[in-house]
């Protein structure tokens, strides 16, 4: 639901950033106060009214789709309806506030979308560095190329990330779903299925038309002297497997090949900006490139091409909410949904379906949790529990009734991820131990042998950074939104179903929600994910030998609350990507700026990660 309320909102509601810039500078006014005002009277007056037209609007929408076949209302008929037709009978009051409430925002967001670099541009800050952007999960587009009968219908249009994929899911959810999944056993394309990652920026600039991702980033870039010459969104199939992504789309090659042309051309070392999951894949980058039978580049190869690394918001050591998504189809936002919007969702797309989706999307996989009780803590104890704390964080998976082996006790992370597999089928189980490793590297040693395993590379607590000493790591990330840590589970009782567990959404105290125990993080990432390895762990001299330069800014969450998506203090997982001040330290970086930024601790991080039982040699 609150994906629908954003996507019927729009991004309505930017103001000029409150934020400051982080080093200092001349303030540039770029809409005069008054209209500014104005404008923002205009929203605050009309929005009550107008929402509660749109309201009934919308709620004719959610009744047709939750409708089933007994139902009064035809999906089907409605699919035809003249949303003209609509607006005439729309009270004309409504329709009028809606347009100019558009307008108004339509005018603020013109002048706020550019206003970051606009402001750098009069300081001098000009395009220094080529920039390669490597998106986050699932916000990359994927479309269809292949040409077999049941696909041909879907020809070069988007089954993740536009409207199509809606369409299809709705009318044809059986066809959407054997596209949008791999091979079981492969983890290759099904026969006669082909999907690919879409390409450029328009890849993964907007997620659906209306909800930006990367396009405030890609507008500041452009106002300092940035464009297809001198910047590039690599692009991946997200569903991939790392060693798939390059056995089948030779991703990784690409990607040494766009850095390698971008410096001959530029003169200039490359700066690469990460997101989420693309922090993960960049960093298997990194050892990629430099491994013999792999990249070839040799261990200097980074420190010659590299000059920044900016990690936005990267879960580095997973995502802890990705462990149930794949055991039971479920996570925070599907706990706290009504019993309306439960039945809905079940029958539209029912637990196991989404279990099964999951599981068939190996590279997803990539972000269950790292270093196991040693990072989250045992079953009376966790780095980041609070003071007088009820329930530890250490016990990942709570069942409140222990019956028979599926709810066999109180567990840890690494208890779940052994739970987790012995639960799933043998192909899912098969591709995740031989494709990723969760473990702790005591040793230098051990760290260097490490370095022959490919399975190794996509964890940062078994392998080490390149030795690069002039290369700089920027770890930017938001905090201050409460973030799923931990869970209560029950059996499934429910006969139709296949799972043998879910969330128990009854259990509401002081301290769960809905069966989730929340902690500190950005909404998606937990804070020990996002911060432990750039406040703590690559810190440690076996994780980075060449001492390469590592700096954090964290980012407090501090949402707007009439803007849909956070406004531009947004400390939000996706939504920080237009936040206001993370924009300007990416330009600063990528326009050789980099050495004013100042590290910024909001959070308790350093604390934590002094727990963490990881030590020196």
């Not at 009968?149 to 369409?167: C, D, I, T, V």
């Not at 406040?535 to 980075?544: L, M, S, T």
């Not at 060449?546 to 406004?567: C, L, N, T, W, Y």
């Amino acid at each position: 639901m609150s994906f629908l309320r954003r996507r019927l909102l729009r991004d309505s509601s930017q103001e000029v950033s409150r934020d400051p810039s982080p080093v200092g500078g001349e303030h540039v006014t770029l809409i005069p106060t008054s209209t500014l005002k104005s404008l923002k009277a205009k929203r605050s007056k009309r929005r009550n009214g107008f929402v509660f037209g749109l309201g009934g609007l919308f709620g004719i929408f959610v009744a047709a789709f939750f409708a089933t076949r007994h139902d009064v209302i035809s999906f089907e008929g409605l699919m035809d309806l003249n949303l003209e037709s609509l607006i005439d009978v729309i009270p004309a009051g409504i329709v009028k506030d809606a347009k100019d409430i558009t307008r108004g925002e339509r005018e603020a967001v013109n002048y706020d979308s550019f206003s970051v670099g606009l402001h750098l541009k009069a300081q001098g800050v000009r395009a220094l560095h080529p920039v390669i952007m490597i998106p986050g999960v699932i916000s990359t587009g994927l479309e269809s190329w292949g040409t077999e009968e049941a696909s041909r219908q879907y020809f070069r249009k988007r089954l993740w990330g536009s409207w199509s994929m809606m369409r299809a899911l709705v009318l044809d959810k059986a066809s959407w779903k054997k596209h949008i999944m791999l091979d079981k056993i492969t983890g290759l394309d099904p026969p006669g299925i082909k999907l690919r990652a879409a390409q450029g920026f328009d890849a993964a600039d907007f997620f659906i038309t209306g909800y930006w991702i990367w396009n405030k980033i890609l507008e500041n870039l452009a106002t300092l002297g940035y464009d297809p010459t001198n910047a590039f969104t690599a692009a991946y199939d997200w569903r991939l497997t790392c060693i798939n992504l390059e056995n089948r789309d030779q991703y990784f090659t690409r990607l040494k090949s766009h850095i390698e042309v971008a410096k001959k051309t530029s003169k200039e070392k490359v700066v690469l900006i990460s997101h989420s999951m693309g922090s993960q894949v960049l960093f298997y980058f990194l050892h990629w490139v430099q491994a013999k039978g792999y990249g070839d580049g040799g261990p200097d190869w980074v420190d010659k091409h590299v000059d920044s690394w900016i990690n936005i918001s990267g879960c580095m050591l997973g995502a802890l909410k990705g462990l149930p998504a794949v055991l039971s189809g479920e996570m925070k936002d599907t706990a706290q949904l009504n019993a309306f919007a439960v039945y809905g969702l079940e029958k539209f797309l029912a637990k196991q379906e989404r279990v099964e989706i999951f599981r068939a999307m190996p590279g997803v996989s990539s972000m269950l949790p790292k270093g196991g009780n040693v990072v989250w803590g045992n079953k009376t104890w966790a780095p980041d529990d609070q003071p007088n704390q009820k329930i530890s964080f250490g016990t990942f998976i709570n069942f409140k009734e222990s019956n028979s082996t599926r709810s066999p006790r109180n567990l840890t992370v690494q208890e779940s991820m052994d739970y987790l597999l012995d639960q799933s089928e043998t192909w899912y189980k098969r591709q995740v131990l031989e494709n990723y490793s969760h473990g702790v590297a005591q040793t230098s040693s051990e760290v260097e042998d490490n370095e022959r395993d490919p399975r190794k590379w996509i964890n940062p607590l078994e392998t080490r950074l390149p030795r690069a000493p002039n290369l700089k790591i920027y770890c930017f990330y938001g905090i201050g939104k409460p973030t799923e840590r931990s869970y209560f589970y029950r059996e499934d009782q429910d006969p139709m179903s296949s799972l043998n567990v879910t969330i128990d959404t009854s259990l509401i105290t002081d301290t769960v929600d809905h069966g989730v125990i929340l902690g500190e993080g950005d909404g998606t990432v937990s804070l020990l994910s996002s911060g432990y390895m750039c406040a703590r762990g690559w810190r440690i001299k076996r994780f980075n030998p060449a001492g390469v330069q590592i700096k954090v800014f964290e980012m407090p969450h501090e949402p707007d609350r009439f803007s849909p998506r956070g406004g531009p203090n947004t400390g939000d997982h996706v939504d920080i990507l237009g936040r206001s001040s993370l924009n300007d330290l990416i330009l600063r970086v990528a326009g050789g700026r980099g050495y004013q930024i100042e590290e910024n601790y909001v959070s308790k991080i350093r604390e934590y990660s002094e727990n963490v039982k990881i030590f020196e040699e």
